[in-house]
């Protein structure tokens, strides 16, 4: 079947594509391994400062209409195998779908940190505890302890608080050879600092300002108090890990111990606490094997999340026709992603012949992906910026 734009991924990305494209025209195919479009978007729920909520599957209904109403041919529960040359898109099922244009939108998954115990029933990524409690409706568990600190675990933690789940604690990692920086206080405090303006009271967020500060950071890992410190009502420990969790045909309980500035452990007595459920949370990374099966090029940037492909400022790779939105461009939120989305449908629409005055239209379109970035509540990783920039100069060396 030939179609003017095949999108893979039903994500932010993928449906605000498949949406700007299919408004000026395109006949436009949407894949998507899962039963119904909205990836990760369906569990998001939280408040904006000095905003309402941003309630995902809300977001996710609204452009599930617009999308029935345009006529965009949605290829549900559907597993991309391959793409070969100009363009055909294989399906696991047999099916070929045909275009000049193919935008891979596949999103990110989830670093794994392993643990002594985390093959127990019972440990899940917190991804995962995000599904179950924001689209399904169900508790991970009673008692969750998370293991692992950044922007994805905290916003989650609060989910389930919300969900009235008893969230014990949110902790340290191990050091070992797949958490790194996740371990050591001294880097999380530094990361949390960048997370203050997200501080639900006053007095955290000014400490967490304080803490940009190198000096600062040492004193208040030095001084961090061992019970830990509140976040939402749960309790933040940046100086104890999570060093064992145990429990024969479930989740029991979980081993603590504290740690040092660094992350190494220290002598203190370690601690069993009861839980039913542990959450890790290792960090995001992109997807890319699609473009890479395609013949994409790729580069490693850290501060992006990992691999990505090579892409302009257009988001087309390095083969031409193929084009890439969202966390397969660098890990970010879902509002950058939507706005990828609808550069993409726009670069595209353009190209075939559907609408007029290009150039003016781009603009505007990556003023919007500009715009949606410096305005990002939550920054995935520190020096996003260096890995943006990085980005601009690899691909002008090719180009």
Known sequence: ??????????????????????????????????????????GQVYKEPKSDWWIGEKIVRSMESKIKQLGVTCFLEREVWGIYPKWKVMLNNGEQLESDFVLIATGAAEKAIPIP??????VMAIGAAQVLANIQRVKPGNR??????????????????????????IYLP??????????????????????????????????????????????????YPPFGMKVWGIPLHLRKAVVEIIGNEAV??????????????????????????????????????????????????????????LYNEELETTQSGIFVAGNS???????????????????????????????????KAKEKVNLERENAVIKFHPGLENGRAKLERLSRIRE
């Open 252 to 309: 029991e309980e979980i081993v603590v111990a504290a740690v040092d500035q660094n992350g190494q452990l220290g002598r203190k007595q370690e601690k069993r606490i009861p839980v039913d459920c542990a959450c890790i949370s290792g960090g995001l990374y992109p997807l890319v094997e699609l473009a890479n099966a395609a013949g994409c090029e790729s580069v490693y940037i850290e501060e992006l999340g990992g691999h990505i492909p």
């Open 174 to 223: 191990p050091l070992n050879a797949f958490s790194l920086e996740k371990s050591n206080p001294l880097k999380m405090i530094a990361y949390l600092s960048s997370l203050s303006h997200l501080a639900p009271n006053p007095m955290l967020k000014l400490l967490g300002k304080l803490g940009q500060i190198e000096s600062v950071q040492k004193l208040g890992v030095n001084y």
């Open 144 to 169: 969750v302890a998370i293991i692992g600190i950044d922007a994805l675990s905290l916003t989650i933690a609060y989910d389930l608080k919300m969900a009235g789940v008893n969230v014990v604690g």
């Open 1 to 42: 079947m030939k179609y003017d734009l095949v999108i893979i991924g039903a994500g932010p990305a993928g449906m605000c594509a498949a949406i700007q494209a299919a408004s000026n025209g395109a006949r436009v195919a949407l894949v998507d391994e899962n039963p119904v479009p909205g990836g990760k978007l369906r």
């Open 117 to 122: 115990g985390w093959t127990t029933p019972g």
């Open 329 to 363: 461009t660098g890990i970010e939120g879902a509002k950058v992603a939507m706005a990828q989305g609808e550069l993409v449908g726009t670069v595209i629409s353009i190209r075939l012949g559907f609408v007029e005055g290009g150039p003016e239209l781009i603009k």
